[in-house]
């Protein structure tokens, strides 16, 4: 078995960013800007969106970090995405899902300039990668398909089995791996709740791609031999033991799947940091775009 490590490639691929950046320090140049935006107390949302703040500070980016309340109206949100869109010192910004319940997701998400869009959610955007145009890939997906190309791990002609169609994850690496290109080129089967046999589809998989977000729901019994899995849930389990509350658990029981496992992605340490690093990535780009 071995370990995808997606916390030691993220500090590579970190590393190569912030060299880029010190280059542009010398020119003189302005370095890259990017801003979140919080909607709300979510304590997942609120870790996700420290750790990109922080690893903009580590490698040399500007960061803003916009907190508003739980309240916040959904014309007050888009007056801050309008601002966002105007202000010329920031290259790109993502405001982090899920938004409260009385916000209209699609509508904010639409009215991002597609030039700012690193987290690559705009249907424009979406629509390029589909077109496999330039554009922003979003930033998990991107990190999945990094890692598997600087891994060297063969897709071509195998068959991938994605369990899960969210519009961030699951929807776009199906399209990805089909795609023509290194870490394409898999027979791609996408799985979600209505399908029938999932143990069955999974068992035929080379690659399995798990974004449910339901704690160890991959057995050791739903895989083949030599299977390459890619474990994408990141859910909080409550466990009073533990100083935090909660222990942190992917979708794949690891310690079983492991064993029969080519290559893994552990829950921490695999996709999450792979997620962070290709968001500083496009906000390198959308640097480098807006200077073009
Ligand atoms: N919530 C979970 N993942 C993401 C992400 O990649 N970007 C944003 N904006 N919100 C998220």
Redesign the pocket.
């Known amino acids: 078995m071995n370990l995808l490590d997606g916390k030691k490639l993220s500090n590579e691929i970190k590393d190569e960013i912030a060299a880029d950046v010190a280059q542009m320090k010398e020119r003189g140049e302005k370095v890259p800007h990017l801003a ?1 935006v919080l909607v709300g107390e979510d304590g ?2 609120l870790t ?1 969106v420290g750790s990109k703040v922080r690893a903009c500070e580590r490698i040399g980016f500007e960061s803003t970090l916009k907190r508003l309340p739980e309240s916040t109206t959904e014309e007050e949100l888009l007056a801050i995405v309008r601002e966002l869109n105007e202000n010329p010192d920031i290259d790109g910004y ?5 938004l409260p319940a009385h916000i209209d997701e699609q509508k904010i998400l639409m009215a991002v300039d597609p030039d700012k869009d690193v ?1 690559g ?1 705009h249907p424009a955007n979406f629509g390029k990668m589909a077109l496999e145009l330039e554009t922003f890939i ?3 997906p991107y990190g999945i398909m990094e890692m598997l190309r600087r891994y060297g791990v063969e897709t071509s002609g195998k068959h991938a089995v994605v369990i899960g169609r969210s519009h ?2 699951g929807r776009p690496i199906s399209i990805l791996l089909s795609q023509k290109g290194p870490a394409g080129n898999a027979t791609v089967t996408l799985a979600h709740s209505r399908t029938k046999n999932l143990a069955d589809l999974t068992r035929q998989a080379d690659i399995i791609v798990s974004a449910l977000g339901v704690p160890n729901f991959v057995k050791a019994d739903m895989v083949k031999e030599g299977v390459v899995v890619i474990d994408v849930g990141i859910t909080r389990v409550p466990d009073e033991t533990r100083e935090r509350g909660y222990y942190l658990c992917g979708d794949v029981e690891f310690e079983t799947v492991s064993k029969k496992a080519s290559y893994i992605t552990p829950v921490p340490g695999g996709v999450g940091p792979m ?1 962070i690093a290709m ?1 500083l990535k496009n906000t390198l780009l959308a640097r480098q775009r807006h200077r073009a």
């Open positions: 979140a997942a949302s996700y993502i405001v982090q899902l899920p987290d959610f979003s930033a998990t961030i994850v997620t968001l």
